[in-house]
């Protein structure tokens, strides 16, 4: 077949279809004419043509064939479509079309499925986080032990690398840009200058009576007066050159508002036109002392001086007069002075000044620089170990842990350890006091005990009956442990994410064939925490609807889960988390949270590694907290706390001081030096 003969046929395939999308001008310029007449260029006529031929297969490809086509192409068409032809009478045709089509239907419905059904078909993000459910889950319901280290080190905020370096945060620039006063500019906070200005034109309106009320003399009033205009004209310099740059700038549209105001009243009829009025020459004129001892001098030509405040109304009153065009004159303003301080910092080789005052001075002090958190690192988080040992059994309710602060150097070693342990069945807790005990000492020495007085070195305190009466610690510890496996399961399954460990150090030393790392950022830990405050609140009310007997209408406690339930409806868990989020954005102070979960292969939890970044633009500085837990036992033998662990709460561990008893029979004592018997002192004469 030519050439010519396939175009031919494209052509007519194409007109077949064209009258649905095109318009008769379309077929007219499709032929080589536009609507004048002329014809297109040869080079627009090849690339029209190769793209209307390239459709024109497309459409053919999508379109069924039409009845007028031979039979044999009629046929192999049908046969193959999906799409059932109603213009053949063919019983067979139809049927084998209607079982393509249903099997074309079902096909699409199961890849439909497999898209958005996660439960049934999920993708790596919800792998992870089921893997990661159940061995949260197990681990929770098992019993086990822990070992953790954390470590610390603090970085610069920004990195000096980053595009960002040397860029304030939003925060601080909005208060930098407020509390900036330009050099030669009226300032607020100056209240001392203020006071001298005004006390010095204050005493001349007082002279200015003492001589206008001496009549009998005229010789002294005149020289008085001559001597008080010169004061005054002193005075009026003095504060122009002290604030040369308002007064200049807002001189003439001061006046000239002055004025227009003055007319619009005078016309009213509700003012009068005063000396000011008709002596603009001298805008400081004044023609009775009254004018000064109520101390109005500065109505007229300093009423922008109130855009930057008064000391007597406090630092945020101007903020009502604040514009973003003088806020954005002030910034430019004070970017060139901090440049300016710099160069002259550099030249004169002088301390740096904050050209942002007393507030500039603050947050200059809480910035550490490069060389303060290096100092830190190496004097201080490079020698500090948190450390810890624990041991959970989910039956009885009961976390037994020893917590250690160690600080070790070549010159000087100190630990501080603490037994801590909660007993949720029994409704107590289990301490060493020995580290606070000194503290309260300090506090009340009369009544702490020496060490040679405690027959053991642990203290139980328990809570009283009439507060587990109400709540039993057993019933809120489970609320607590489902609502955190909850509130965990109903996050968006893109905080999941399955991790390579195949150069992970740490997870070869615990034999982890998996890891998945969840990303806890302000949004997610606020809506976790408001999540499982959600299913504490939940899980509380079904065991106070489950014990009516217990808790009848009114009792104190199903009234405020009543009341709570109602103010759970009115927010969503995730509004709380954006509002903290916004905050953030422009807040002194932003953290998230990395963790990593290793487990085997039949997802048991062997270890987490916890990454905290707590940082803010005020202090310069992000610190970073490393926290390996590991839950094997062969790491629990051999830690260096274990035999404390078990001196304090094991098997064979001295039964603590009862607390309770110990803070009663302190109330008793201090009751009877209130209310004992007092001493009367009898004078005899």
């Not at 430019?332 to 004169?348: F, I, L």
């Not at 662990?645 to 009862?658: K, Q, R, V, W, Y």
């Amino acid at each position: 077949m030519s050439s010519h003969h396939i175009n031919n046929r494209n052509r007519q395939r194409y007109s077949e279809t064209a009258p649905a999308y095109l318009s008769n001008t379309d077929h007219k310029n499709y032929n080589g004419k536009n609507n004048n007449g002329h014809l297109y260029p040869a080079g627009k006529l090849t690339s029209i043509a190769l793209m209307v031929g390239s459709a024109s297969l497309v459409l053919a490809g999508c379109q069924s064939t039409p009845a007028s086509s031979t039979s044999n192409l009629s046929s192999n068409s049908s046969a193959s479509s999906t799409m059932m032809d109603f213009s053949v009478a063919d019983a067979a045709q139809s049927q084998r079309q209607g079982q393509a089509f249903t099997a074309s239907q079902n096909t699409q419905a199961a890849r439909y499925e497999q898209l958005f059904n996660q439960e049934k078909y999920p993708n790596t993000e919800n792998q992870a986080k089921s893997h990661l459910l159940a061995a949260i889950r197990q681990h929770l319901a098992t019993e086990h032990v822990a070992v953790a280290t954390a470590n610390y080190r603090s970085a610069p905020f920004i990195d000096p690398n980053s595009i960002d370096a040397g860029s304030s945060s939003l925060l601080r620039t909005i208060i930098e840009t407020y509390a900036y006063q330009p050099e030669g500019m009226y300032d607020s906070s100056d209240d001392e200058a203020q006071a001298e200005a005004r006390a010095e034109v204050a005493a001349v309106g007082v002279e200015s009576n003492r001589c206008n009320e001496n009549e009998d003399d005229d010789a002294y009033e005149v020289c008085v007066v001559e001597d008080i205009n010169y004061n005054y004209d002193d005075a009026k310099n003095s504060i122009e050159s002290d604030y040369p740059s308002d007064y200049d700038k807002s001189r003439a549209e001061a006046e000239a508002e002055r004025r227009a105001i003055a007319a619009i009243l005078a016309e009213a009829g509700e003012n009068e036109p005063t000396s000011s009025d008709t002596n603009s020459d001298n805008e400081y004129a004044y023609d009775t002392a009254d004018d000064y001892s109520s101390d109005n001098y500065s109505s007229d030509d300093y009423d922008n001086y109130d855009e930057y405040s008064s000391g007597t109304e406090g630092m945020l009153s101007g903020m009502s007069g604040l514009s973003p065009k003088s806020m954005a004159a002030k910034y430019e303003a004070m970017q060139m002075a901090k440049q300016q301080a710099k160069t002259e910092t550099v030249n004169r080789g002088s301390l740096p000044v904050s050209s942002t005052g007393m507030i500039g001075n603050i947050l200059d002090m809480f910035h550490r620089t490069p060389e303060q958190i290096a100092a830190s690192n190496a004097y201080q988080y490079e020698h500090l170990t948190f450390n810890s040992v624990s041991q959970y059994r989910p039956k009885q309710r009961q976390l037994q842990s020893v917590y250690s602060y160690d600080y070790a150097t070549p010159t000087i070693s100190s630990s501080i350890q603490i037994p801590l342990a909660f007993d949720f069945n029994n409704s107590s807790v289990v301490v060493d006091p020995s580290a606070i005990m000194p503290i309260v000492a300090l506090v009340n020495p009369e009544n702490t005990p020496l060490p040679s007085q405690m027959t053991s070195h642990t203290v139980s305190f328990g809570l009283s009956e009439s507060i587990t009466a109400q709540l039993p610690p057993a019933v809120l510890y489970d609320a607590v442990l489902n609502a955190i496996q909850n509130s965990m399961a109903e996050l968006a399954p893109e905080h999941f994410s399955a991790v390579d460990i195949s150069g992970d150090t740490f997870a070869k030393e615990v034999g982890a064939t998996r890891a998945v790392k969840v990303y806890f950022g302000s949004q997610q830990s606020v809506e976790m925490i408001g999540k499982t405050l959600k299913y504490v609140t939940k899980s509380l009310q079904d065991y106070v609807d489950a014990n009516p007997d217990k808790y009848p209408d009114g009792a104190a406690l199903k009234t405020a889960l009543a009341k709570a339930q109602l103010y759970n409806k009115g927010y969503q868990s995730a509004d709380v988390g954006s509002l903290l989020q916004l905050i953030e954005a422009i807040g002194p102070i932003s953290f998230n949270q990395i963790n990593y979960y290793y487990l085997d292969s039949s997802d048991r939890l062997l270890a987490k590694q916890q990454r905290v970044n707590i940082g803010s633009d005020f202090m310069g500085s992000t610190t970073t907290m490393l926290n390996q837990v590991r839950y094997d036992k062969a790491s629990f033998n051999r830690h260096a706390l274990t035999p404390l662990l078990a001196e304090s709460f094991g098997s064979d561990a001295t039964p603590p001081i009862d607390g309770n008893a110990w803070i009663a029979t302190q109330r008793a004592k201090k009751r009877q030096i209130t209310n004992g018997p007092l001493c009367t002192l009898r004078l005899s004469r």
